[in-house]
């Protein structure tokens, strides 16, 4: 019944589209080395976009909610037309026509070897013999698109969080991840070892230091510059990718090093939707653009910043080009080579960061952050870990940090610790960054 729900909406509407979202998760949660809560829950919510001709641009409305038939579908729709005549005129583009494919299909669930698979890895962490503490959610998300300009399209999206912390008398560690493919036994191994490697402590004065940050802590700071390139507010004026002077730094180097920061919906185990689904407008998406297909985009390209986000309505208005970004991140440095080990290895000296938390935008103008480190920070000598160092209150402007990558390892799937509630399909490389700002000691663990 899933499209007929969709279908019965578009009945309702003169112009727009309806958006439905069929979801399956479940979930373990455990403290002190035991199971302590798990879930398995079913959702279904359908968004309602009623649009129609004003004097001056087009009128819109947006009506959510939780529906069980195609009668409910098509009460929801008709409120959404009706709150439509009432809205105010807003800057709107046409619907691009769309294509029909899969939207038959029923939508999907979570079958028992996913649970199984969770189980497992939980396992492996349970009996390591710290104090484990931890989530893992997986999530199946079925979503229907149908408009009123011929789209008709049914996407999947599979989605994995996996987030284990150990603690002991000596400290904590942190590690997670966006894959079931993830090699469970030998974290839970390295967990341990990271333990043993916080017994050895050094003492570190606060100021600028050279940091290697692990995939994950690069994923937290490169998702908030992304969620920050605004074209509307770059013209503007507002944002750190404004020009001096008027314009967008669009064609400006950010880096020396052959960086490329993009989303792709077809990149390799972070595949997501290949049109766009939105269900509010803001300046870097419209509503009046559900449908979009979405391909390959980058946002860097040899360390030079190639686009910035703007929706058909807002890049008609700037003077900007439309950019949508499909729902992944993947960073990659043309020298970047190894793995993590292999960068630990050739480092000479250097403060190892494993994870970032609560982490806030101190100024846009410059894309300033502050946060805290967490779960491990380590002091790196001669290639190896030899002690562990406090945790530290952190500043850094993400841009000029893209300036100071000295090293880098090979890209691999990651999950976000700060932003994994909102975003988990991230690939991301390890990097040495000179004159990373640890601006104060914190009494953190």
Known sequence: MSYELVAAALGELDEGSAILRVGHSRNLRWANSALTTNGDMQTTNLTVVASGAADQGRRVAVLSGQVADPAEAAALASAAQQAMRDAAPVDATALPPGERRDIDEPAAELDDSTTETMLAGVGQFLESGAAQFGYAEADRVTTYLGTTAGTGVRHVQDSVRFEASARDDTGSTWWGTNTWDADFAAAAAQQAQDLRLQAAREQ????????????????????????????RDAVEGHNVFARTGGGTRIGEALS?????????????????????????NSSMESVFDNGLPLARQDLLRGGRLVGLRASRPTATRFGLQPFYLADNLILEDAAGHGTM????????????????????????????????????????????????????????????????????????????REWADWFVRTAMPALVVDDFNLSSASDAR
């Open 341 to 416: 080990a292999d960068l630990i290895a050739r480092t000479q000296d250097a403060v190892l960061v494993n994870c970032l938390w609560y982490i806030r935008e101190v100024d846009p103008q410059t894309l300033l952050l502050t946060g805290l480190t967490r779960d491990g920070v380590y002091r790196v000598r001669d290639g190896q870990i030899v002690a562990a160092l406090p945790n530290f209150r952190f500043n850094v402007a993400v841009p000029d940090l893209l300036s100071r990558i000295r090293d880098a390892s090979g890209t691999q799937s990651c999950l976000p």
């Open 256 to 280: 020396d090093r052959d960086l490329t920061l993009y989303a792709d919906p077809d990149y390799p185990g972070l595949q997501t939707c290949g049109h766009a689904v939105v269900e509010a």
């Open 204 to 231: 570190l004065a606060p100021g600028r230091h050279t940091v290697l940050l692990t995939p994950s802590a690069v994923a937290d700071l490169l998702i908030y510059l992304t969620w920050s390139a605004s074209g």
